[in-house]
């Protein structure tokens, strides 16, 4: 288990390789489809992605009189509908780590390799353990514009973990589990 501490540094970041198992601490920001789509028509972004992390996540976060939010689940969403902003979001922003689940399309995977940026997969339907690695809600910004799921929050995390999927050298591991896949269906199909 790899540990990387916001901010996350450039050298780092470009050390790890697909597959490394990594935990992150620190604070992460959440966007979505709303967020990517407000930047991409040259919308302000509220807080500096520089060395930071994206989590690709529409959390539930519940009112709490005591600390101002409380998250009840916080698992990650389907990255692809993210592919037409992230290359430009990437290159722009800063951001070194980008979270979310399924993967993410070659022109980010490029945009990764430029930037010194990885993709860490994070577990679909585990909502509520990642809910847990969330210690405060520092934040948030975007809430009456795009209601809670949308929102940008601002998340300090403790001990988040993933596995990087996609890297900094241009590899991916969907990419390597669709190559074999689609060589042992030749083999099927041959047969």
């Not at 992460?28 to 807080?47: E, L, N, Q, S, Y």
């Not at 009112?63 to 009840?72: E, L, M, N, T, Y």
């Not at 996609?166 to 099927?188: C, P, Q, T, Y």
Request: hydrophobic fraction near 45%.
């Amino acid at each position: 288990m790899i540990k990387l501490e916001y901010p996350f540094d450039e050298g780092q970041v470009r050390a790890l390789k697909a597959g490394d198992a990594v935990s992150l601490s620190g604070l992460v920001h959440t966007g979505r489809d709303k967020f990517h789509k407000f930047f991409a028509d040259g919308g302000k972004i509220p807080v500096d992605f520089r060395d930071g992390a994206l989590y690709h996540c529409g959390p539930v976060c519940v009112a709490d009189g005591a600390s101002g939010w409380r998250v009840v689940s916080a698992g990650p969403t389907t990255s692809v509908r993210e592919n037409p902003y992230e290359p430009a979001f990437i290159e722009s922003s800063g951001v070194r780590i980008i979270i979310g689940k399924g993967g993410m399309d070659a022109a980010t995977l490029a945009a990764m390799k430029r930037c010194g940026c990885v993709y860490v997969q994070a577990v679909g339907g585990a909502g509520a353990l990642y809910a847990a690695s969330v210690k405060r809600v520092a934040g948030v910004d975007l809430l009456d514009e795009f209601g809670a799921a949308e929102a940008c929050w601002h998340f300090e995390v403790e001990d988040f973990r993933g596995v990087v999927a996609m890297d900094a050298h241009g590899n991916s591991l969907f990419a390597e589990v669709a190559a074999e896949s689609r060589a042992k269906f030749d083999i099927i199909s041959q047969s």
